[in-house]
């Protein structure tokens, strides 16, 4: 098809690029595959094949501001902006328009770098989405939420920071949708203050006072459904499980965190306390329960837990759901990706596409059978 001078094709699968165009900021994309509209604005009369689908809008959909902060100087910069303000889209116009920029993604119930449930950051250049970026360093999270677990995600920014901000080259510093409320906005300065932006780009105005806040407009964004969401996660764990295999790990060669296997046995007390109860461990700070089948445990009583063993965790499953849990890999503080936990009862058997890795993380995410569940944690 021909597509006009000064208007922009939205496509969706594969495309084919004849004339001067612009891919999200880049002019050396002439041939790509995407499973979500990608905004292909023609400065000529444009010849372009595209098996999928197509839509052709007059003019640009990049706005002006999104063209002024490219030409401006700036080292760093940190994207704030509510669940689909266009943060991963304006990120990968700059890095592209900027002829390439270090990308670290904060998002860890969209992550794109790393996988859900994980931070990350990588290198992007020429790419029409955030998620072709090759993760150089991460860090495994477990949640696909920050909220709950804000310490442990603001450790993961200071230790990823620590490294990237030694590397030349632009930054660009993608976060969360999570900004309604004070303990959104504490932890939205936390992390500024942790990697000290030259610029706060808000997608929501004019937002802390006392720091370089510059304007953007959302453009053009569609709008994803929890479904979408779900599917886009999905997608995130079946990328670094592609080439998996299924294999025993000796357990002497690897730290499990937390080792719910270890620590004292406590399941005589909890099978009295709250019955069907298969195992129980008191570990360092947590509790794990395995329950012979799945029920919920009454608010009263895991208080009274919490303060009687003095932890701050309890993880609670059952034997049904003891497997196919999602795990971070570590080769010390590389972060490789995410594994999948087969078993630990016994034998640790652990599906992976990695083999050298001396730390597993344990989170509170399962995937099975391409669905994602979640374990309980209170």
Same mark, same amino acid.
């Given at each position: 098809?021909?597509?006009?001078?000064?208007?922009?094709?939205?496509?969706?699968?594969? %495309?084919?690029?004849?004339?001067?165009?612009?891919?999200?900021?880049?002019?050396?994309?002439?041939?790509?595959?995407?499973?979500?509209?990608?905004?292909?604005?023609?400065?000529?009369?444009?010849?372009?094949?595209?098996?999928?689908?197509?839509?052709?809008?007059? /003019?640009?959909?990049?706005?002006?501001?999104?063209?002024?902060?490219?030409?401006?100087?700036?080292?760093?910069?940190?994207?704030?902006?509510?669940?689909?303000?266009?943060?991963?889209?304006?990120?990968?116009?700059?890095?592209?328009? $900027?002829?390439?920029?270090? %990308?670290?993604?904060?998002?860890?119930?969209?992550?794109? !770098?790393?996988?859900?449930?994980?931070?990350?950051?990588?290198?992007?250049?020429?790419?029409?989405?955030?998620?072709?970026?090759?993760?150089?360093?991460?860090?495994?999270?477990?949640?696909?939420?920050?909220?709950?677990?804000?310490?442990?995600?603001?450790?993961?920014?200071?230790?990823?920071?620590?490294?990237?901000?030694?590397?030349?080259?632009?930054?660009? !510093?993608?976060?969360?949708?999570?900004?309604?409320?004070?303990?959104?906005?504490?932890?939205?300065?936390?992390?500024?203050?942790?990697?000290?932006?030259?610029?706060? =780009?808000?997608?929501?105005?004019?937002?802390?006072?006392?720091?370089? !806040? #510059?304007? !953007?407009?959302? /453009?053009?964004?569609?709008?994803?459904?929890?479904?979408?969401?779900?599917?886009?996660?999905?997608?995130?764990?079946?990328?670094?499980?592609?080439?998996?295999?299924?294999?025993? %790990?000796?357990?002497?060669?690897?730290?499990?965190?937390?080792?719910?296997?270890?620590?004292?046995?406590?399941?005589?007390?909890?099978?009295?306390?709250?019955?069907?109860?298969?195992?129980?461990?008191?570990?360092?700070?947590?509790?794990?329960?395995?329950?012979?089948?799945?029920?919920?445990?009454?608010?009263?009583?895991?208080?009274?837990?919490?303060? $009687?063993?003095?932890?701050?965790?309890?993880? %609670?499953?059952?034997?049904?759901?003891?497997?196919?849990?999602?795990?971070?890999?570590?080769?010390?503080?590389?972060?490789?990706?995410?594994?999948?936990?087969?078993?630990?009862?016994?034998?640790?058997?652990?599906?992976?596409?990695?083999?050298?890795?001396? =730390?597993?993380?344990?989170?509170?995410?399962?995937?099975?059978?391409?669905?994602?569940?979640?374990?309980?944690? #209170?």
């Amino acid at each position: 098809m021909i597509v006009p001078k000064n208007c922009t094709a939205l496509v969706k699968g594969r %495309v084919s690029i004849e004339g001067e165009a612009e891919v999200i900021g880049s002019r050396r994309i002439k041939h790509f595959e995407c499973e979500k509209f990608v905004p292909v604005y023609c400065m000529e009369e444009t010849k372009m094949e595209i098996y999928g689908e197509c839509k052709i809008l007059e /003019g640009s959909t990049i706005p002006e501001s999104w063209k002024r902060l490219a030409e401006m100087n700036w080292e760093t910069i940190f994207l704030y902006g509510d669940v689909d303000s266009g943060k991963s889209t304006l990120a990968t116009y700059l890095a592209n328009k $900027l002829g390439g920029a270090y %990308v670290l993604d904060l998002d860890i119930g969209q992550a794109e !770098v790393a996988h859900a449930g994980a931070m990350g950051y990588g290198f992007a250049k020429d790419v029409t989405s955030i998620s072709q970026v090759e993760m150089i360093n991460g860090f495994f999270v477990g949640s696909i939420t920050p909220q709950g677990k804000e310490v442990r995600c603001l450790r993961g920014v200071a230790r990823l920071w620590k490294e990237l901000k030694k590397l030349e080259g632009r930054k660009i !510093v993608n976060t969360t949708g999570w900004v309604k409320g004070k303990k959104a906005r504490d932890y939205k300065l936390a992390k500024i203050e942790i990697i000290e932006p030259d610029l706060i =780009v808000s997608f929501e105005g004019k937002v802390f006072e006392g720091y370089n !806040v #510059y304007e !953007v407009e959302k /453009g053009f964004v569609l709008k994803r459904d929890k479904t979408e969401r779900f599917r886009a996660r999905c997608d995130s764990y079946r990328k670094f499980l592609k080439n998996a295999k299924t294999f025993e %790990v000796d357990k002497s060669s690897v730290k499990l965190i937390p080792d719910i296997m270890g620590g004292k046995d406590v399941s005589q007390f909890f099978n009295a306390v709250i019955g069907n109860v298969s195992f129980a461990r008191l570990g360092n700070g947590f509790i794990a329960i395995c329950l012979k089948e799945r029920a919920e445990i009454d608010a009263r009583i895991i208080r009274e837990i919490k303060d $009687l063993y003095e932890v701050d965790e309890i993880f %609670v499953f059952s034997e049904g759901e003891f497997k196919n849990i999602v795990a971070g890999l570590y080769k010390g503080r590389k972060y490789l990706g995410m594994g999948l936990l087969k078993s630990l009862n016994g034998k640790l058997l652990i599906e992976s596409a990695f083999a050298d890795f001396d =730390v597993i993380e344990i989170g509170e995410i399962r995937f099975e059978d391409g669905k994602e569940f979640f374990i309980k944690k #209170y």
